[in-house]
């Protein structure tokens, strides 16, 4: 089977800053993942690359073994870190908005996931608490049969019974022959959902590796060595 995603020595600047710098790494099916990196690391940048939304400036990007394109963004299930609904939708209006844009969309999924979390079709999106959005935008992204999600900030600004419950949604709802990349600087709130990790830093890679070989080598939480890899930074 092909790997999910690949980023050969990919780079992106924005004018003089750069972004990203010299990126390789892949993603294996079946797996979650976590993307960690402060705030401006290049995270968000990544991901839009990732989800075909921008080019990279150098470097190649393969998703299912093929360029970026058509196919590959239909394969691709992108979560932002600002909302896919407008204000004035209800719930019900922003799931058939994703089914009408999706061929993949799968409806008794997302029937299955607003029960899940607490969510009614007749909610109006401008009345929902940030942790019920945040919860009708993972159900947005779920709710497709793709082969990568790619999650931005989904826990951000939620509060920690909020948290767990997106957290539990995620383990519960996606697909489990694709993956899932979830960005976040909320480390110790969300590792425990992770097969592995990938650390960025000013746009460079600092390390991917799986969590179970980093307790089992190093004795310390995922958490506790993002702090130190940061600190020798």
């Given at each position: 089977?092909?790997r999910?995603?690949?980023?050969?020595?990919?780079?992106?600047?924005?004018?003089?800053k750069?972004?990203?710098?010299?990126?390789?790494?892949?993603?294996?099916?079946?797996?979650i993942?976590?993307?960690?990196?402060?705030?401006?690391s290049?995270k968000?940048t990544?991901?839009?690359?990732?989800?075909?939304?921008e080019?990279p400036?150098?470097?190649?990007?393969?998703?299912?073994?093929?360029?970026?394109?058509?196919?590959?963004?239909?394969a691709?299930?992108?979560?932002?870190?600002?909302?896919q609904?407008?204000k004035?939708?209800?719930?019900g209006?922003?799931?058939?908005?994703?089914?009408?844009?999706?061929?993949?969309?799968?409806a008794?999924?997302?029937?299955?996931?607003?029960?899940?979390?607490?969510?009614?079709?007749?909610?109006?999106?401008?009345?929902?608490?940030?942790?019920?959005q945040?919860?009708?935008?993972?159900?947005?992204?779920l709710?497709?049969?793709?082969?990568?999600?790619?999650?931005d900030?989904?826990?951000?600004?939620?509060?920690p019974?909020a948290?767990?419950h997106?957290?539990d949604?995620?383990?519960?709802?996606?697909?489990?022959?694709?993956?899932?990349?979830?960005?976040?600087?909320?480390?110790?709130?969300?590792e425990?959902?992770?097969?592995?990790?990938?650390?960025?830093?000013?746009?460079?890679?600092?390390?991917?590796?799986?969590v179970?070989?980093?307790?089992?080598?190093?004795?310390?939480?995922?958490?506790?060595?993002?702090?130190?890899?940061?600190?020798?930074?």
């Amino acid at each position: 089977m092909a790997r999910l995603l690949e980023f050969e020595s990919v780079s992106k600047a924005y004018g003089k800053k750069i972004a990203l710098q010299q990126i390789t790494m892949a993603i294996e099916p079946g797996r979650i993942v976590g993307l960690l990196g402060s705030n401006g690391s290049g995270k968000s940048t990544l991901m839009r690359l990732a989800a075909g939304l921008e080019h990279p400036d150098a470097g190649k990007i393969r998703i299912l073994g093929h360029l970026p394109g058509q196919a590959s963004k239909a394969a691709v299930s992108f979560m932002p870190d600002r909302p896919q609904f407008e204000k004035w939708m209800t719930v019900g209006e922003a799931l058939d908005f994703q089914r009408d844009f999706f061929n993949d969309f799968d409806a008794t999924k997302s029937e299955r996931m607003l029960d899940f979390m607490k969510l009614s079709r007749r909610d109006k999106a401008s009345a929902l608490s940030k942790g019920m959005q945040e919860r009708l935008q993972l159900t947005l992204a779920l709710s497709r049969r793709a082969s990568l999600y790619l999650l931005d900030e989904p826990i951000g600004g939620v509060d920690p019974v909020a948290r767990d419950h997106i957290l539990d949604a995620l383990v519960e709802f996606y697909e489990e022959d694709s993956s899932v990349v979830v960005s976040t600087h909320l480390i110790a709130d969300i590792e425990r959902i992770f097969d592995e990790v990938i650390m960025i830093r000013e746009g460079s890679l600092l390390l991917q590796r799986e969590v179970e070989q980093i307790r089992m080598e190093s004795g310390k939480s995922v958490d506790q060595l993002f702090k130190e890899v940061y600190a020798e930074c």
